[in-house]
């Protein structure tokens, strides 16, 4: 019976708590709405003396102007900034194109390079020749050279897209083939196709050094390839210096290989 | 992110290097090398591949014959297929897509347009 009554006691102290705090709530709401109507008058006071008082209007003209002026000012800015932004992108755009252009340039000279002296067997280095120059350059028929030391003549050791005995022999020094080897350089004419077997239409003179070792003849190109790319020349480059090297050591191996079994054979020879 | 494994089936190591050196600039990719049809078949019967470049003319067994073997085969009929061609063999290009290759490279190949193709057909960026 205590207990319930003490209980009854708690709850209505708690009832009563919950009203004093409402009160004291809305109390609070009435004195906000109170400040914020004062502030609303003075707002609309002073707008009122503004359009009444031209001079205080003039001043909030001239406030209003210069900070349209100042914003104004600011977005000419950004926008000048955007442009700019968008122009240094356009930049490092095509900068990108360039330099992934020159990567995949880099890495077919690489390729190129590595594959040519990846071996020392001449057949291998052959093919490898034959491969660069269809795969790289593009090049449907052509022939590979090698001079003969003993009578100084270029001989057809391989070619793509023709029969290699349809390719003449050339004495080195005449001819547009022996003269370009002759002189070292390479000789690119324009990419129609050339059905004249002593008119390529480019040349690239094997050297190793000064000495010449032989020729690549390009005597037309494949269907979708009109003309020659920097690539293409760097390519010329690389197959005038490395296949020559490439070519070199490989004929040099085989034959000391040749001779090495010779002398083995004939120290075994005697030896029995 | 999953890795996509790529088989590039060529018997020119020239062309595979170069294969390799264009396609390796995709992130999250296995690139595999075989030499010809036949290592090719072998690569691809034994592992999960989601892309092959196969090249037409091979030793030991051609390009057309293992998309026609890869195609036939239920496990492997859905793995997207490069082949690569030279621009004049027009034929064999036809007959590969006729057997169900998805695209084709023409020599010289352009490592961009290598790019191109197997984002394309890997769905990748």
Known sequence: MKDDRSNLFHRGEEFVNVLRRGAEFTKEVLQENERLRRRLAEVEEQQQSAARDPHEWAKLRVELLSRITRLEEENRTFRERLSEVEEENRRFADRYVEIEEENNNLANL??????????LDIDEVVKIVIEIVINLIGAEVFGIYLLDDRDQHLKVVAA????????????LGSGELGRAVAAGETMCGDTTRSDDFSKPIVVIPLHVGKRPIGAIALYSLLQQKDGFSALDHELFNVLGGHAATALFASRLYSQSERKLNTIQGFLDLLAQ | MERRRILIVEDSPTMRQLLVFALRRLKHVELVEAQDGMDGLRKVSSDHFDLALIDINMPVMDGLKLI??????????????????????????????????????????????VLEVARGLLKIE
């Open chain 2, 68 to 113: 026609s073997l890869m195609r036939g085969e239920e496990s492997l009929k859905d793995i997207p297929i490069v082949v690569i061609t030279t621009e004049g063999a027009q034929e064999d290009r036809d007959r590969a897509l006729k057997l169900g290759a998805n695209e084709y490279l023409t020599k010289p190949i352009q490592a961009n347009r």
């Open chain 1, 110 to 119: 690489y390729v190129a390079s590595y594959q040519l002296h990846s071996t």
């Open chain 1, 160 to 171: 793509e897209g023709v029969d290699r005995t349809v390719l003449p022999s050339c004495l």
